[in-house]
């Protein structure tokens, strides 16, 4: 069966996360829905990652398998006049059967935006903000600098979801310019995240920004390898996926794709 990947972007404010809920509204159920009405039998989508309720994507990638006799369908223009204003297709692309949208990732790119005054906010940016206040970004990032590289994470874990490691490699934990002079970006990219890693981190970096975090607390609380240790986690409307890398697929072959993707956000 030819095997579809899609490319999705989508505002998580009205969803209960990615994941198939059985009475809730989910990307994961809003996109089987719209797929399996096109194939005309049931189809089980997978996505790259769990994002939460309330987190926000550019770039999440998931695939599904159809018959034959809908390889030829035009996915992208199809699912969008069927999808919800909230949900996207950005690209579709044919790939090779061994391909999985979470066990091929290489890397993922997730950015975490900031407000940094609290006597307003634009009611735009309410949704995808974390108005957090004025903070010492000097400050955070000395101690962005700690979690770089291959640490044990499992202080910045939240119970949920057991995994077989909690090492992983940061490669990136970077800030950028936001929308106006209110806002910072921060970029997180690493070969894999822990259940809400990057939110717990975002709010360790707060604190740190706030006087009451160190880089010597960073370096305690990675060598303590205890969740109870580091500060609480940061909402989750500030966050959104920005990027899922992959290894070149030589039987990859375009379906339909935008000529330019820079308006769904960069790579990371």
């Not at 940016?125 to 955070?140: E, K």
């Not at 305690?220 to 240790?229: H, N, V």
Request: net charge negative; charged share 25%.
């Amino acid at each position: 069966m030819p095997r579809i990947r899609l490319t999705l972007a989508y505002d998580g404010t009205g969803f209960r996360g990615w994941q198939l809920q059985p009475r809730d509204r989910t990307v994961q159920g809003e996109l089987e829905a719209a797929v399996s009405r096109i194939v005309t039998a049931p189809v089980r989508v997978h996505g790259s990652g769990r994002t939460d309720s309330g987190v926000h994507a550019l770039g999440q990638v998931c695939h599904f398998d159809v018959p034959d006799s809908r390889a030829t369908v035009p996915w992208r223009r199809a699912l969008n006049s069927l999808l919800p204003e909230d949900i996207s297709v950005l690209s579709c692309e044919i790939v090779d059967s061994q391909f999985h949208s979470r066990y091929s990732a290489v890397s993922k790119t997730y950015a975490y935006t900031l407000w940094h005054t609290r006597d307003f906010i634009h009611p735009q940016r309410r949704n995808f903000v974390w108005q957090c206040g004025p903070v010492d970004v000097d400050a955070m990032e000395l101690a962005a600098a700690e979690l770089l590289g291959e640490h044990d994470f499992s202080a910045f874990q939240n119970v949920g979801t057991p995994v077989k490691s909690t090492v992983r490699t940061l490669a990136q934990l970077k800030r950028f310019p936001g929308v106006g002079e209110y806002e910072t970006v921060w970029r997180f990219t690493a070969n894999g995240f822990l259940k809400q890693m990057v939110r717990n981190i975002m709010g360790c970096l707060v604190e740190a920004g706030r006087g009451k975090v160190s880089s010597e607390t960073i370096r305690s609380i990675l060598d303590e390898a205890d969740r109870t240790a580091a500060p609480g986690t940061a909402p989750a409307q500030g966050l959104c996926l920005e990027h899922v890398r992959y290894p070149a697929m030589a039987e990859e072959r375009c379906v339909e794709r935008p000529e330019d993707h820079s308006d769904f956000g960069g790579d990371g």
